[in-house]
């Protein structure tokens, strides 16, 4: 064979090879990926786990012979079991059932008196009926269905129940129930209870975190610092309407739906508990969501000494300098309502006391840990590139209360 066929031979070889090789690049390239394992690798990320690819996903649950849903719940077990119980707690503390709530082997665990529901990732499992299904990793209609399910299965168990002449109880206790259903009176007042509950769930904005007190035409309220002592996030309230007692309670800031739900004592009258809780709602609604903080410059200039180089006839004299006075105003954020009207001293607080709010980040930037347990704390979660300013004060005493008044043109009232 002469050295051109041998050439023309080894080009062929060559050209044979990589197509070879250049085609199994292409088909391994135009594969598809399971739709599952990118869907368990999202679960995961929303809860801080993010070691596993989409091939080491799909070879786990080949091996294991599970369900894409049953391996996402034991790798959130395994890898992140507070951040399901932290949101069993965030959003199921609507619930009046009472219920035990503890980590499981295979989920969270919400239990009275033997009969219970077990929560994972991707749904949740009830000792009667069909299991629920949903991610509660998060928020969303699930939760509320899961409820409903565990309302009916109390319900039930309470029929049954016999109480025991010999239990003894604490007649120092105090006796509270956390209330879902809103009573009546209908018409256009429920109309806006539930409207403003939406917008405190969603869209609020604003954080006291001292008193604050408003001053209505027929009713008072004094709203108390956010707070979790109970487990929940509760915002504890004291109303006092025209010609009734006053009534103590509790709204809380994590129900997924609406209206967010009250604690109270079971005394209180249904029409005594429509006007705190409706007007509890609407007055925060009103401080948190309607309100704002606008951005403005003092009105008082300030004088400020700086000093600069001072140039005299025969060029610069580096040693000599001279103080030249300029004004310059300070931007600081006031609080502005329709609604609401500061009253007494509120004033001069307000000019030195700013409320924790939300601040835009710009691109590419987001909020760091802190911040999000900061907010998170008093029940708001953050959208994408903002982050959380805290509440701060310069000169206010630290028992210094916020007051506003109503103003009677947009007064609430209680429509039958």
Known sequence: MSNGSKRRKKRRSQLKAGKYVLSSRLERSTQTVDPGAVRARAVLASVGVTRFNDAHLERRRLASRMSWNELIDQLVMEHAPEVLLAAVHDYFDASDLDLDIARGG???????????????????????????????????????????????QRRRQLGLHVVREDTVTDPNAVQEQVVTEFPPPLGLFRAEVLAASARIRTDRSLHFDRPVEIEGPDFRIRFEPICNRRGPVELPFEYIGSGRSPVKAALRLRTPSDPLAIVCSPSVAPAELASAWGHALIAFAQLTCDAELVSSRSPRSERVTSRRPVRGMGGPDRGASRAEPRSVRRRSLEFSSAVLEPSGATLQVLACYVAGHRRQLSERRSASDSAKRAAAEVGIDLRPQETWVRPYARGVPADAELRFRWIASVAVSIAA
Do not use: S, Y
């Not at 929560?119 to 269905?145: K, S």
């Open 106 to 152: 295979d989920g969270i665990v919400l239990d009275r008196d033997g009969w219970r529901a077990v929560v994972q990732a991707t749904g949740a499992r009830l000792r009667v009926g069909d299991p629920i299904p949903g991610e509660f990793t998060a928020d969303g209609p699930h939760w509320g269905r899961l409820r409903e399910l565990l309302v009916v």
